[in-house]
């Protein structure tokens, strides 16, 4: 549901709302696409130090499945 409403939201221009949906879909479900889509829809929101949160844990959850540990790209 959230990750859907997320996409509708970034379709319609509502990108800070758009934001705060896909953070739910990865609250609820941790994907790399959620993640990525809540950054992207941070910076064109505006919030660029919330954009940068969200590409962490975007970062961090695909080094996890990579097996590898989530600081490895520090």
Do not use: C, K, M, Q
Request: aromatic share 10%; net charge negative.
């Amino acid at each position: 549901y959230w990750f859907a409403r997320g996409n509708d939201d970034a379709l319609a221009g509502r990108h800070a709302a758009a934001a705060r949906a896909f953070a739910r879909s990865a609250a609820a479900l941790p994907t790399r696409e959620a993640y990525y889509n809540e950054a992207l829809a941070h910076e064109l929101a505006g919030e660029p130090e919330l954009a940068i949160v969200a590409f962490e844990s975007y970062l961090g959850l695909e080094l996890t499945e990579r097996g590898l540990p989530p600081d490895a790209a520090d």
